[in-house]
């Protein structure tokens, strides 16, 4: 999955949300994302981790290792 696919599915998902992907090993399986959304207020970290996830857990599992 392309790194711009990964960006465009979560701000899809989480409308209004700023999203920043990272590729910090260029390693193109463990990548890093940054985001900044209003709807993440109140929510634990874990949910705001499920919340990312959700939005692009059926490509996940084929193409990256970790994000």
């Known amino acids: 999955m392309q790194l711009s ?3 465009s ?4 998902g989480l409308s ?4 920043e992907i ?3 090993f260029n390693d193109g399986v ?3 994302a940054v985001v900044v ?3 993440f207020n109140g929510k634990s970290l ?5 919340m990312v996830f959700f939005f692009y857990w ?3 599992h084929r193409d990256l290792h970790a994000l």
């Open 9 to 12: 599915r979560i701000e899809n």
């Open 58 to 60: 059926y490509g996940f």
């Open 37 to 39: 959304y209003s709807g």
């Open 46 to 50: 874990i949910q705001q981790h499920r």
């Open 22 to 24: 990272l590729d910090p």
């Open 30 to 32: 463990h990548i890093k």
């Open 16 to 19: 209004g949300a700023q999203v």
């Open 5 to 7: 696919e990964i960006k």
